[in-house]
């Protein structure tokens, strides 16, 4: 039996981002539900309107935007009556409260919040630092970072970085390598907020062993023998200790909840520091 897929589309007069993140944030929460996304960014004009319509009455399906000019707004949300189509504005309520409490309608610019301004060269910077910065690399101005993450191999150390520079955050990394000492530049630090990452023994010996197939290597090594993980993840909490660095177990967590974690972190030790500087 074919399985049913359903279509859903994302317009916006900006990039899309916006739309899709919030999009994806929803979705994931129907895990046995195939959906085919229709993506629409930078929908203008009345023309261009139209084209998305006739895509939207070829493949119908609930439609998601984030639009500023009334006029297509309301072009749009008339068709979608028309075809008896969901329609659902992902900014209205939000800026509805807000416009409310700033006694404020707000400024009618699409694409507006994409202006290359500070913030966004800052995560540009990021970018380059932590890339440059990824698995121990860079360790001569590792006081440059904002956080860094240390830890065993493969507690996903290098993709909550990424995922951190993409939010301004000058992230590197460092793993720890059993049997040999942390590097001198990692203990010495002063400036960066040092996280540990640690995970459940069993789960990292998986993790690896599928890391290895996809590398075509001997699968049974040091590296994944369940004993010797224990060990290098005991060694690894007592360094922590040790360095009274925090810890964050991301056994169960993505990669966005780890980095909403350091970024929580991050804002704590922020308002620790203004607070002694009072």
Request: aromatic residues 4%.
């Amino acid at each position: 039996m074919t399985e049913r897929a359903y279509h859903l589309h994302l317009i916006s007069d900006s990039t899309g981002e916006t739309v899709g993140s919030v999009a994806r944030a929803c979705l994931v929460q129907f895990e046995n539900v195939k959906v085919v996304e229709h993506v629409w960014s930078l929908v203008r004009t009345k023309g261009q309107m139209e084209k998305v319509m006739q895509a939207i009455e070829a493949t119908p399906g609930p439609v998601i935007f984030t639009l500023i000019d009334p006029r297509l707004r309301d072009f749009l949300q008339e068709q979608c009556r028309r075809m008896g189509m969901a329609c659902i504005s992902v900014l209205d309520p939000v800026m509805s409260e807000l416009a409310r409490h700033f006694h404020s309608s707000g400024a009618a610019s699409p694409g507006r919040q994409h202006i290359m301004d500070a913030e966004y060269f800052a995560r540009i910077d990021a970018m380059h630092y932590t890339l440059a910065h990824d698995d121990g690399q860079g360790l001569h101005d590792l006081d440059r970072a904002d956080v860094v993450l240390t830890g065993p191999s493969r507690t996903s150390k290098t993709p909550t970085c990424v995922y951190l520079a993409n939010r301004g955050i000058k992230a590197a990394n460092v793993p720890l390598v059993p049997h040999s000492d942390p590097p001198s530049e990692l203990l010495s630090v002063s400036r960066p907020l040092v996280v540990g990452l640690v995970t459940d023994p069993e789960r990292l010996v998986q993790i690896r062993r599928n890391r290895l197939r996809l590398l075509q290597d001997e699968v049974e090594t040091d590296y994944t023998d369940l004993d010797l993980v224990e060990e290098e993840m005991r060694q690894a909490r007592r360094l922590f200790s040790r360095q009274e660095w925090p810890v964050i177990d991301v056994t169960r967590r993505s990669i966005e909840e780890t980095a909403a974690a350091v970024m929580q972190m991050l804002s704590e030790r922020r308002e620790i520091v203004q607070a002694t500087d009072i």
